[in-house]
């Protein structure tokens, strides 16, 4: 688009603005419809489908195995000082989860046969074992025999009433002795074990704990009738009926989680929406300091939004968290396109645009918009698209939220060009044709033009640019140095509890209702279940998968050394008995032969070296394992039809709030040193493992976007400058405050310890379309004015002056409307406000700093080769 088409355009429309307002409003309309007669339902952030060898073996995994993939909510129950393996507390607990049965929307989801385990029920059952059998054994002459406890814990068990009934008529005494042995580390108990429900720092063999946890197993909506919306309801009943009973006591799922989320951006919108007006109604009274501009501009906004509602609901792309900040960054764009038309029109109102002769006099509105629009309309073209294509790289993400937010986000620049370099200049200027009819007088100049201390703060980067420019563009690539070196050690690791809501700041508890936040306790629950328990359900464990050699007695020797050596890990549980959560063949096998004589017997027989593994025949043990305890069993081994064994299992433990690359590093340790020591193969897998390997290819492929985003700008950027100039250089000239601004935000991301993650290098992506915007507009404004002064003093004070106002008052109003979002209580909004409100302030210091002494060395460099 040469300048006889930017011509030719703004002709058209200032000729035809009335035509055009009716044109554009009648699509607005049609567009806008879409937020009516779409689908725009609540949808999740998701996780993305990835082919990979661990995604193969857990799909193995889930096909072969008695794998339980129940929802697992977890009841603690905490005693700060205190002992909650008390009676009363172990009772509470028993009428808690008879409470929970009686409730139909809460026991509609429990899982068939064990809805709900804890420690009380252990007890229980022992209780009631020990009232039903003849004589005082419990108590009295079998107080050493294990294979007593074991007798009677394999007794048929008692139901809940039945539980309730024994643990009520025993005395504190007797649940003392019951307590000493089934938590003695020398008494095996059948079924579940008792420490497991015990905090990793219990003391074994002690009767007494501050904490407790009981697990309830509801149904998995992917396996079941259930829905997911149900069992997130039912957990919070069940949260609801625990703090009703018990003083100190929390319930943790994603149903807790799920409904703080949306708790939290609920509260954020309350809270930040005033705050953003009232800082967007300032900023933009100061930049206009006339009402009908601002007026004028809000419109244009509230236009661009129609669109941006009516486009979603057309597409029927399903609301979430990611989309959220959709919106902020449209609004702040709009602002952005909205000062520059308008400054341009008051350059040209007032004589100061496209005219060399200095006693030119106050143009009439047809003219002046004419003028601003012919002077401004490509750099907001080419801003635009070089803006959405930083958007629409993301669309390579195979994350669905990420290519949603692409595609709102591409469309809404698309959305924001037309607003603002058509409907808005149609409407001011029948706006400013009204006035003038009326001989009211609105001489407004733009801002940075003329006298002032802003025109000084402007005028005095122009100074600097053209006495100073090497000094500038050195102090300015150290920084970006700087910066650099820092992002090597930005952390790039992906952690599901950093997008859990954190509680409101302590200062936000003064504010009114409805401004007042919520308490938010799932972050900080979630810090207490990981120190201290082994957390449960879908996706919370790493798993290994072994298949070779299986019947090995070398992958016995190995999976038990595994166990013994990790005694200290980062993200591996480690129990209260020093030993790390780790099931395999060989601890179920353990478990088994101490409930089992014969598979002891059996074990002892093949053992020739001492450690308790049979050592040859390890099939015949196997086989007699799963005849006396096949669920134990095919939890661990997988046999086929034939009775051959093709694979084992591991499964390990891991910290809730643990990255999922740290997991993933520490399982496959674990899966190496098991191939290293016998003749297997085995896959690290599970939940956090997935997420590790779609968070890396997320991240790979966000970056090679983001790579390609540079690309395209800079081919864009060349071709276009060489084409309407011949200086293919400029091009690179405008683009390079970009990359030095991207540079020192990364650097102040590792500083602000702020991730470099799949997350945020989609923000620092947009970074990258919002900072050519900027160096767009200044770039075309020094060609335009260098070719109507002799002087670059002259170019660089104008360009500066007239494009650097607007910039300034789009930075500003950008920068806030981002920047309200660290407001929020959702930590990925917090992030994206922060990071993005940054990479405004940069883009804007590089523009009216670096870019002009660049400017000024090219000029300089080109001046001598002529």
Known sequence: MKRSLT????????????????????????????????????????????????????????????????????????????????????????????????????????RDGTGMVGIENIVANVAHSHQQSSGSSATGNDSGNNTSMARQGQSSAPTLDQQITALESSTDEEVETYLSRILDPDTSVPGNEPTQFLPTDYEPGTTTADARTTLVFQQSPSSSTTTTESVNDAQLVISSLVEDRFDDAFVFGQGLIDAESSQAIGDTFIIITPVAIVLLLTVLTIAYRDLIDVLVSIFGVAVVLVWYAGIQGWLGIPSNSTLIAVPFL???????????????????????????????????????????????????????????????????????SIQDFAILSGVGIVAIFVVFAALV?????????????????????????????????????????????????????????????????????????DF??????????????????????????????????????????????????????????????????????????????????????TSVLRAVASENQTVADAIAARDTDGDGLPDRDVAAVYDLM??????????????????????????????????????????????????????????????????????????????????????????????????????????????????????????????????????????????????????????ERFVDERVRHDSLAETLGTALEGTGGALLGSAVTTAAGFGVLALALSPPLQRFGIVTGLSIVYAFIACVTVLPCLLVVRERVLTRVA
């Open 626 to 779: 799963f005849n006396v305890a096949p669920e134990q069993a095919s939890s661990v081994l997988y046999r086929a039809e034939n009775g051959s064994y093709e694979s084992a299992r591991l499964t390990v433990g891991v910290q809730g709030d643990a990255s999922a690359q740290s997991v993933a590093r520490d399982v496959r340790d674990i899966s190496s040193t098991i191939e290293q020591d016998a003749p297997v193969r085995a896959t690290a897998t599970g939940g956090p493992v997935i997420t590790a390997v779609v968070q890396s290819a997320l991240f790979e492929t966000l970056v090679e976007g983001f790579a390609i985003t540079l690309g395209v700008i800079l081919a864009l950027l060349i071709s276009m400058y060489w084409w309407r100039y011949h200086a293919p250089g400029l091009g690179i000239v405008t683009l390079a405050p970009v990359v030095i601004a991207l540079a020192w935000l990364l650097g102040t991301m590792s500083v602000l310890d702020i991730p470099f993650n799949s997350e945020t290098v989609v923000i620092t992506s947009l970074a990258i379309g919002l900072g050519v915007d900027y160096s767009i507009h200044v770039s």
């Open 330 to 400: 449209l609004i702040g764009l709009s602002i952005d396109y909205s000062l520059h038309v308008v400054m341009r029109y008051r350059e040209a109102r007032e004589g100061a645009l496209d005219t060399d002769d200095e006693n030119v006099g106050r143009r009439d509105p047809t003219t002046a918009m004419r003028l601003g629009i012919a002077g401004v309309v490509l750099a907001l073209a080419t801003a635009a698209f070089s803006t959405a294509v930083g958007f629409l790289s993301n669309y390579v993400s195979p994350l669905g």
């Open 7 to 110: 011509s030719e355009y703004a002709d058209f429309v200032t000729s035809r603005s009335r035509l055009v307002i009716i044109l554009l409003l009648v699509i607005s309309a049609v567009i806008g419809a879409g937020a009516i007669v779409g689908t725009t339902a609540e949808g999740q952030i998701g996780q993305a489908g990835i082919d990979s060898p661990e995604q193969a073996a857990l799909d193995r995994i889930e096909a072969t195995y008695e794998t339980d993939d129940a929802v697992v909510a977890q009841v603690v129950i905490r005693a700060d000082g205190g002992n909650v393996l008390t009676r009363e507390s172990l009772v509470k607990s028993l009428r808690l989860q008879q409470e929970l049965r009686e409730n139909e929307s809460v026991n509609a989801t429990l």
């Open 500 to 585: 859990i809501p954190q509680d409101a700041p302590s200062w936000m508890d003064s504010l009114p209702e409805p401004f007042a936040p919520g308490e938010y306790e799932v972050s900080e629950n979630l810090a207490y279940l990981s120190d201290n328990f082994r957390q449960r359900g879908e996706g919370s464990e790493g798993q290994i998968l072994i298949r070779g050699n299986v019947t090995a007695p070398a992958l016995l020797t190995a999976t038990d050394d595994v166990v013994r050596n990790t005694k200290s890990s980062e993200t591996v549980v480690i129990g209260s008995d020093g030993r790390p959560a780790i099931e395999s063949p």
């Open 425 to 497: 200049p149609a409407v001011k200027l029948e706006l400013e044709q009204f006035f003038d009819r009326r001989g009211r007088d609105r001489h407004t100049p733009a801002v940075g033009v003329g006298s002032g201390r802003l025109n000084r703060v402007l005028s005095g980067t122009a100074t600097l640019a053209r006495r100073a420019p090497l000094v500038v563009i050195v102090l300015s690539l150290l920084l970006a140095s700087a910066g650099a070196y820092g992002a090597t050690s930005i952390d790039t690791e992906f952690n599901q509890a």
